[in-house]
C-alpha cells in the first residue's frame, strides 16, 4: 500500500492488489494553499491503477469546502473518471444530510458512478462486486 497525504486536510492509501484508492478527507481546506499537493498525489495514485479501478471515500467530519476548492475536486473526479473509474462509494455516517444533497448533485453533474453509504462495510463490500 503506498500513502499520500497532506496532514490535517486528507489521506490517500493505493491499493493496486484491489485496483483502488480511498480517500480520508479529515479537515476543511478552503483554498487550494491549503491542499497544495492533491491533484498531484491524485495523479500519482491513478498511475499505480488501471482501468476500471474503484473509489472509496470517507468523510467522517463535516466538509464545507470553499469554491476554490471545489474546483480542486471537479479535477480530481475528471481525472479519476478519465482514468477507468468503474464505480466510487462515499461513506458518510447518519446526520450527514447536507453532505448527501451536495453529493446527489454532484453525482448527476459528473457522471461519475457514486453510491452513498452510511455503513463502511457495506460500501467496502459493493465496491468488491463485479
Given at each position: 500500500?503506498?500513502?499520500?497525504e497532506?496532514?490535517?486536510?486528507?489521506?490517500?492509501?493505493?491499493?493496486?492488489?484491489?485496483?483502488?484508492?480511498?480517500?480520508y478527507?479529515?479537515?476543511?481546506?478552503?483554498?487550494?494553499?491549503?491542499?497544495?499537493?492533491?491533484?498531484?498525489?491524485?495523479?500519482?495514485?491513478?498511475?499505480?491503477?488501471k482501468?476500471?479501478?474503484?473509489?472509496?471515500?470517507?468523510?467522517?467530519?463535516?466538509?464545507?469546502?470553499?469554491?476554490?476548492?471545489?474546483?480542486?475536486?471537479?479535477?480530481?473526479?475528471?481525472?479519476?473518471?478519465?482514468?477507468?473509474?468503474?464505480?466510487?462509494?462515499?461513506?458518510?455516517?447518519?446526520?450527514?444530510?447536507?453532505?448527501k444533497?451536495?453529493?446527489?448533485?454532484t453525482?448527476?453533474?459528473?457522471?461519475?458512478?457514486?453510491?452513498?453509504?452510511d455503513?463502511?462495510?457495506?460500501?467496502?463490500?459493493?465496491?468488491?462486486?463485479k
Amino acid at each position: 500500500m503506498n500513502t499520500y497525504e497532506e496532514p490535517g486536510q486528507y489521506k490517500i492509501e493505493v491499493y493496486p492488489e484491489k485496483n483502488r484508492y480511498h480517500l480520508y478527507f479529515t479537515g476543511t481546506a478552503k483554498k487550494p494553499g491549503d491542499i497544495p499537493h492533491y491533484l498531484d498525489h491524485i495523479g500519482k495514485t491513478l498511475e499505480k491503477l488501471k482501468s476500471g479501478l474503484t473509489l472509496y471515500v470517507e468523510l467522517t467530519t463535516h466538509v464545507k469546502p470553499g469554491f476554490q476548492i471545489t474546483s480542486l475536486f471537479r479535477a480530481s473526479q475528471k481525472m479519476t473518471t478519465e482514468a477507468g473509474l468503474r464505480k466510487a462509494a462515499i461513506y458518510l455516517p447518519k446526520g450527514f444530510i447536507v453532505e448527501k444533497m451536495v453529493l446527489n448533485v454532484t453525482k448527476s453533474l459528473s457522471k461519475m458512478p457514486i453510491s452513498t453509504f452510511d455503513d463502511k462495510e457495506k460500501a467496502l463490500a459493493w465496491l468488491d462486486e463485479k
